[in-house]
């Protein structure tokens, strides 16, 4: 004889939610998921029982907003959600200070240094120029370009190891 | 004070058809910059103002779209209805005409988005928060290049002078105010441009200086866009951009 202990529905549709999109990256960062960045705001109950997940984009251009909503949707899907809505939300904007500690060193990690730690003034959105080298922290860098690989990168050069390499624009 | 939803949304409307308009001249240039980092740079800009015309168009659409989504509001209209500045649709000539127009319009941008990240419509502040940030950006990518321009060869100093000559008669209409602009600010919507002015001399004077280029001085000024008097250049603009969603309806990638 098996007890089926009866649950909220709701409750069980928001944690499955959850833990299926645990596993959509951003297409551009395959290293981060959209929890690590910062992008998925929250994940709620609608007025109308649909799941509804918020996300805020990092650009406002950013080309792969559709596609990561495309991601979450076939997650959701998945894990076999009923009802659901991607909401698109650009306030309160996307800084770089949403991105978390581990996800700064994942990004390091795969040769793309962090943004500065703030953005919250805009005389730190220019302070990247002391950006440390990703491969080997070299202090001695210096900017290639302004505009890099993907709307959130500049592009850089190490003076000591030679290596070019990416780094998240502070914004 | 309550705002009549055709006003706000006319009052979006022509910030987004600035950008969008001046994201598509950029996009141009794709396939004929100058060098690939420039390339990369230029397509960035479009980038960046494609996506907060998206955004505002968008937001439009919510408010008084009367059931048109951002891309009907972009690919569906023609060029009289089409309120944006008339510095954004000057055909590209040479790059230093991309980038002294870029760095005339994107200091004043720059500003007013400032301005508009204490509107009182919280959604056009959270996109303000976002492209203040990437139009310093633009403005230091454009400011560095004039500088690089004028303070260059005698070629490159002609011709970024010329363009800065040419450009000068679009800039008047940036800070000119009209009843919907009144209409917004009374709402806590919106921005008095002409406040701005003061600043926008601020940045632009030192960079042409250090450029070494004379500020042309401020005469007759062109105006009309934000009534749907356009020059002779966004039609032929529009009829390309517009193509697909004119030919063939409602397609989708």
């Not at chain 2, 891309?71 to 023609?78: M, P």
């Not at chain 2, 204490?118 to 203040?132: F, H, N, P, Q, Y």
């Not at chain 2, 260059?152 to 008669?169: C, F, H, I, P």
């Not at chain 2, 004119?246 to 397609?251: F, I, L, S, T």
């Amino acid at each position: 004889m098996v007890t089926v202990v009866e649950r909220p529905v709701e409750i069980d549709a928001i944690a499955a939610a959850r833990n299926a999109l645990d596993s959509v990256v951003d297409p551009e960062l395959p290293v981060l998921t959209i929890a690590d960045l910062g992008i998925l705001r929250d994940v709620r109950l609608g007025d109308d029982g649909t799941v509804e997940v918020i996300m805020t984009p990092t650009y406002l251009g950013c080309p792969a907003i559709g596609i990561i909503a495309i991601e979450i949707e076939v997650a959701l899907e998945r894990a076999q959600i009923k009802k659901y809505r991607v909401i698109v939300q650009n306030s309160p904007a996307w800084t770089t200070d949403w991105l978390s500690e581990g996800a700064r060193e994942k990004l390091r990690a795969c040769g793309i240094a962090p943004p500065a730690k703030t953005s919250s003034s805009k005389r730190a959105l220019f302070a990247v120029d002391a950006a440390l080298c990703p491969i080997c922290r070299s202090d001695r860098t210096e900017r290639v370009s302004e505009f890099g690989s993907t709307a959130c990168k500049a592009l850089y050069r190490c003076l000591s190891c030679r290596e070019p390499f990416d780094c998240f624009k502070c914004i | 004070m309550p705002i009549d939803p055709q006003v706000h949304f006319g009052y979006l409307l022509r910030l987004a058809d600035s950008n969008l308009v001046l994201g598509h001249r950029l996009s141009e240039w794709i396939g004929r910059a100058p060098v690939i980092e420039e390339e990369l740079a230029l397509a960035n800009i479009a980038l960046d103002l494609i996506g907060q015309a998206r955004a505002l168009y968008a937001h439009a659409a919510r408010i008084g779209g009367g059931g048109r989504d951002a891309d009907a509001l972009a690919f569906l209209r023609d060029q009289i209805d089409y309120r944006n500045l008339l510095i954004v649709e000057n055909k590209n000539r040479d790059f230093a005409h991309t980038i002294a127009r870029q760095f005339l319009y994107s200091a004043f941008a720059e500003l007013y988005w400032d301005a508009l990240t204490a509107s009182r419509d919280t959604e056009l502040a959270g996109i303000a928060v976002k492209a203040v940030k990437e139009c310093a950006y633009h403005v230091r990518h454009s400011a560095e290049w004039l500088i690089r321009l004028g303070d260059g060869t005698q070629e490159s100093n002609n011709r970024a002078q010329k363009a800065v000559d040419e450009l000068w008669m679009y800039t008047g209409e940036m800070f000119e105010s009209d009843q919907i602009e009144r209409a917004v600010l009374d709402a806590g919507i919106g921005v008095i441009a002409i406040d701005l002015k003061p600043a926008w001399n601020e940045t632009v004077e030192p960079v042409l200086m250090r450029a070494t280029l004379q500020r042309p001085k401020d005469g007759w000024m062109m105006s009309g866009g934000r009534s749907g008097r356009h020059t002779e250049h966004l039609g032929h603009m529009l009829a390309e951009m517009q193509f697909l969603q004119r030919a063939y309806p409602g397609q989708q990638w």
